[in-house]
């Protein structure tokens, strides 16, 4: 079970979740700095900036009293920092490869398929099915506060942060996926190929602004949308069957969506699935490290306390 220790550190009181935050935010600067890539010291700065923004939040979390506002910055410091350390690890893509490994996925899937998926969906590319993949696309950005929100009201704050650490181990890994991986994905890569148009309405419109505002050529493989929607699914299933239900068609959409909208290849979308489940395999068992270090911290630190006052109590005794 997992029991949801805190490591004290002066002021701060340090979940897993937190912890893991931290570690990514000093790995990736490092990673900037031992590589030399362009821009280390503006990364750096941005990530220490984060880390000093997110502890910020750390230390006032529990001293809001009201649960409502206890909540609502725990969401915003959590999601955003997994929001910006995607952002973050643009640059380090091509330290490892200097090329895109564009060429080998589409030549997997050649292979398997006999055609491009992304390609081949042209022939049912309609206005409505293009609305209907970008509404499922776009939804996810709610979905993460609004799921947690339900977890932490109907069952509490521990396995809202089993759901955080679960997103945030899953995020990281994909992260890594894309230094050691980096594909561009299809429209920085082969956008010349695609002869029909992606038409929709307001969704679609939602979803073209995430592609130029907040995507970038690469962070492709694993796909960190499948990843993430496979994350909140099952814990949805763990936690609120209710939710789990609702949002069945939509996860099973968004899987589409992430190579029907030509964000993803459809290899991509696997690998991401794939990478959920590793990271719910390991996530309790590493929670549960994480107790047992903090648990042995507090002892020792209570029993080195208890020497300091027996030793002071015979010397004046």
């Known amino acids: 079970m997992f029991l949801g220790r805190r490591l ?14 931290l570690f990514a935010l000093l790995f990736f600067s490092l990673l900037g700095v031992l590589f030399a890539v362009d821009g280390w010291q503006m990364l750096v700065l941005k990530n220490a900036g984060v880390a000093v923004i997110f502890l910020g939040a750390v230390y006032l979390t529990p001293r809001i009293r009201h649960r409502i506002g206890r909540f609502f910055v725990r969401v915003a ?88 650490f679960a997103l945030g181990l899953t995020n990281i890994l994909c992260d890594i996926g894309f230094i050691l991986f980096p594909v561009a994905s299809p429209l920085y890569f082969i956008p010349e190929v695609y002869s029909v148009p992606l038409d929709g309405y307001v969704f ?12 970038y050529a690469g962070g492709s493989i694993p796909s960190p949308h499948a990843a993430a929607a ?8 763990r936690y609120h069957r ?53 648990e042995k911290g507090i002892v020792g630190i209570a029993f080195a306390h208890e020497k300091t006052e027996h030793s002071v109590r015979k010397q004046t005794g």
Request: hydrophobic fraction near 50%; charged fraction near 15%; glycine fraction near 4%.
């Open 204 to 215: 679609t419109t939602l979803g073209e602004l995430m592609r130029s505002q907040l995507h």
């Open 77 to 164: 410091a959590i999601t955003l920092s997994y929001a910006y350390l995607f952002g973050a690890v643009a640059p380090l893509q091509h330290i490892v490869s200097s090329e895109w490994m564009d060429p080998y996925v589409l030549d997997l899937e050649q292979y398997i398929f006999g055609v491009q998926p992304t390609l081949w969906l042209e022939k049912f590319t309609t206005p409505w099915l293009t609305e209907w993949m970008m509404f499922s696309y776009v939804i996810y950005v709610p979905l993460y506060p609004l799921l947690c929100g339900i977890i932490y009201f109907t069952r509490g704050e521990l396995p809202m942060e089993e759901y955080f």
């Open 8 to 21: 004290i550190l002066g002021r701060f009181d340090l979940q897993f979740t937190d912890a893991l935050v």
């Open 230 to 237: 496979t994350i909140m699914w099952v814990m949805a299933y």
């Open 242 to 294: 209710l939710s789990f239900h609702v949002l069945t068609p939509i996860i099973v959409s968004l899987y589409l969506s992430t190579f029907y909208g030509r964000y993803h290849y459809f290899t991509d979308a696997v690998a991401g699935i794939l990478v959920a489940f590793v990271a719910l395999a390991f996530a309790r068992h590493l929670m549960r490290a994480w107790d047992r270090f903090v």
